[in-house]
Structure formats: structure tokens, C-alpha cells
């Protein structure tokens, strides 16, 4: 009788270890198995000696930034702890532009964060709030942060490619060059003035989905914030005796 073996094949000259790493550094957003193998010069097959799908690298990588996310020493006062949570939620968006927003269009993804975020749920709780309100803050606090990054890195692409676009030179038309009227050849218009034309509106003269500035971004920030202090005194207001109120 004759026994199968598998072809196992000669060792890769990659780990899973190079693979995640690479990911990373393309970005959880923007990772493919292909790029992965084009950095690492294999071909797109060969990874699956090391890892079994896709998914199973995003999992990896999710597991390594929630490691990121460090809630063991939070202030024991609650509302301290909330502000606290918050700060180190969004330090951890930060560092991995992209997280926000494959947490907010990647069903499951969010699963390790939801369980880190149980250390901020035990931390309120010894801060005085009840377990319910523990969660539901944590749950709202870790929605708000995730929403706004994702807003705030969406704003940052849109300038960047604003900026990118208004920087390079555009050939366009078939009009002679401004510099030399009897020169056959396209007529080349900067690309700040492409732009403006673009946005324009020519009815009221106004700049129509302009790229966000410095401020339109912080405003943002401060709006999460408010959104943290609302949820904060509304836990307040929860606790405060009716005859008090």
C-alpha cells in the first residue's frame, strides 16, 4: 500500500512574522496579498505556506495594535478614566491611520478592541459607576473616537490630494503657450488653477468641496471632546439624587 505524503516544498524565505510586518507597513487599509508578495519578492502563492487567507493577516494585525492600547492604569476616578480612555483609544487610531476606518467598514473587526475594552469598563466600575453605565460609556466613548478619526483621516487624505494635484503641472487643450502665441503645442495651466476652476461655482462664486484646513480638523477634535463631556455629565446627571437635580 502506497502512502500519500503531502508536498511540503522547500522552506520559505519568509516567515509569517516578515509577512505581518510588511502589512503594516502598507497599511491595514491598504494591504493586499499581492503587494505583501511584491515586497517580499515571491510570488502571491507562496505566502500561504505561512498564513491562510487575508483575513487571517488583518486578524494578526488587529491583535498587535490592541496590544497598543494599554487601559491596566486608568485614573480611579470615573470621569478622569473616561477622558483617559479616550486619549489612548485615539493615540492608537493615530498611530495606524486606516484602523478607523477598517473597524467602521469590517464587520467583527472591532472585536479585540471590544474586549480591551473591558479593562476601561472595570476601571469605571471601581470608579463608582455602575456596571451598565460602565459599558454603555465605554461603548460610546470607543464609537465617538472611531467615528471622528475616521472623519479627521478622510480630511487629511482629501488635502493631501488636494495639495498633491494643485502641486503638478497640467497639459490640457490644444491653445499655444501664453509665452509664445506661435508655438503649436497644448497649452500647459497649473494645476492651483485647475483646481479653482473645478470647485468654483459660477453662479454664486464660491469655492464649492474645497480641501479642509488646519482649523475645519481641530473643530473636529473639539467636537469629539464635547461629545465626551456630554456623555460624562449625563452620567453626572444619572447619579445625582432627584431632590438634588
Known sequence: MTTL????????GFSREDVIRVALDIGIADFTLARIAKRLNVRTPALYRVI??????????????VDDLDLDDLPPAWD??????????????AKYPGLARVLQAIPGTGR???????????????????????MLAADLIGNTVIFTRGVVEAMEARQAL???EAAVYVVEGTEPLDDDPDADEPRTTAGIDVM???????DGGTLLGTAPDVDQIDAQLEWMDRKIDLVIDGLWGARTPEFLR
Do not use: H
Not at 478622569?80 to 487610531?93: G, S
Not at 479585540?112 to 460602565?134: K, Y
Open 196 to 202: 479653482r476652476a473645478r470647485y468654483l461655482d459660477p
Open 52 to 65: 491562510t487567507s487575508r483575513d487571517d493577516v488583518l486578524q494578526e494585525c488587529l491583535e498587535r495594535m
Open 162 to 164: 488636494e495639495e498633491e
Open 112 to 134: 479585540p478592541f471590544s474586549q480591551r475594552s473591558m479593562g476601561a469598563v472595570r476601571a469605571l466600575v471601581d470608579g463608582g459607576l455602575s456596571r451598565e453605565d460602565a
Open 5 to 12: 505524503r503531502k508536498k511540503t516544498g522547500p522552506k520559505p
Open 80 to 93: 478622569e478614566a473616561i477622558r483617559e480612555f479616550a486619549k489612548r483609544l485615539w493615540n492608537v487610531m
